[in-house]
């Protein structure tokens, strides 16, 4: 993509116009949750975000590490991951909740979304296709957590969700978590 001109920040341009809808501007605190080699993280710390990245990958991790030794990267299980951190939003980029272990998802997202602050987002997009977690039931275990569903898209380029096998979902944290 990148030879061909195209922009292969595809998911930073949306969090960040997420951001700007949302009247929050440069230097918010981003978790990238199930970061990979940080292509996202990267990017958007370039763009003047605080950002922090966790994956379970090491090896993936490593070379997350060895591109942007200024980040700081953890390794860690989403499951369980606690960081002594909140951030203004989550985001999980690559279809991560697809990668979690099977039956984990719902204690992934409550985890994850204990590291939110107050009003904090929760973005997440994976496919939704057969055998594979379902809206439905993301957002269910979004609910459970204390988050509610604010908008959901088709692609990491703002089109509009109508039904497909994929979706960008942000949810908001509630201001009383049960």
Known sequence: MAAAGESIHGEAD??????????RGEGVAI???????????????????????????????AEAQAKAPGIQWVLADLLDVALDETFDMIALPGNVMIFV??????????NLARHLRSDG?????????????GL?????????????????????DGAPYVDGDYAVSLHRRCSTVR
């Open 101 to 110: 272990a099977p039956s984990t998802e719902g204690a992934v997202v409550t």
């Open 14 to 23: 949306w969090i960040d116009a997420v951001l700007t809808a949302e009247g």
């Open 31 to 61: 978790l990238d949750a199930g970061c990979g080699t940080g292509r996202v993280a990267i990017e958007l710390d370039r763009r003047g975000h605080q950002v922090i990245g966790v994956d379970l990958d090491e090896p993936m991790l």
């Open 136 to 156: 439905d039931d993301y957002d269910a275990h979004c609910a459970a957590a204390g988050l509610i569903l604010v908008d959901r898209w088709s692609t990491w």
């Open 121 to 133: 987002l929760f973005l997440a997009g994976f496919q939704t296709t057969a055998g594979r977690l």
